[in-house]
């Protein structure tokens, strides 16, 4: 496996696999091309053999000096539980430590039992709400109306 830095050009292969990778929920929406052109030196692909199998897209905070923010990240289904996604947040922390930032946030849906065990088990501390779902504390109406969002934080040593 090989990581490297996203290009421009990588939108139009990520893009139509979004859904697909997501068991058919409509996420596509949420990874504009933008993110690939302007974030290209803080956000990473994984390949095997030329085929993208993980993606990372995360980016410097504009306003707040000591921290990143990661905006979306995949693996390939058939090549989850290999590290390809631990490989790719160590990158980024790389990144982001060289730019002497010791903060790292990231925000999922409520349903997504997956990514919050994982952030969790990545070292991630969720971050208190104004109501819980399924004991998690949640953000309501962080991202619009009935659109609540559990919030991560995560100290780099």
């Known amino acids: 496996m ?3 830095l996203v290009k421009s050009s990588d939108y139009n292969n990520i ?6 990778w997501w068991g ?4 596509s929406d949420m990874l504009p091309k933008l993110f690939f052109v302007h974030f290209n030196n803080t956000s990473f692909i994984a390949e095997k053999d030329s085929e993208i199998i993980g993606f990372l897209i995360g980016f410097l905070s504009q306003s707040y000096a000591n921290e990143a923010y990661i905006h979306f990240v995949g693996v390939h289904p058939d090549y989850r539980k290999y590290g390809i996604g631990k490989q790719l947040y160590k990158e980024f922390f790389q990144v982001v430590q060289k730019h002497n930032r010791n903060i790292v946030r990231a ?12 952030h969790k088990k990545m070292g991630f501390e969720i971050e208190e709400g104004d109501s819980e779902v399924n004991g998690v504390p949640v953000h309501t109406s962080y991202d619009g109306s009935d659109q609540g969002r559990v919030l ?6």
């Open 107 to 118: 925000v999922t849906s409520p349903v997504n039992k997956v990514s919050i065990a994982y």
């Open 15 to 20: 893009s139509p696999l979004i859904n697909d």
């Open 152 to 157: 991560f934080k995560k100290y780099l040593g």
């Open 24 to 27: 058919g929920r409509q996420m």
């Open 2 to 4: 090989e990581i490297r």
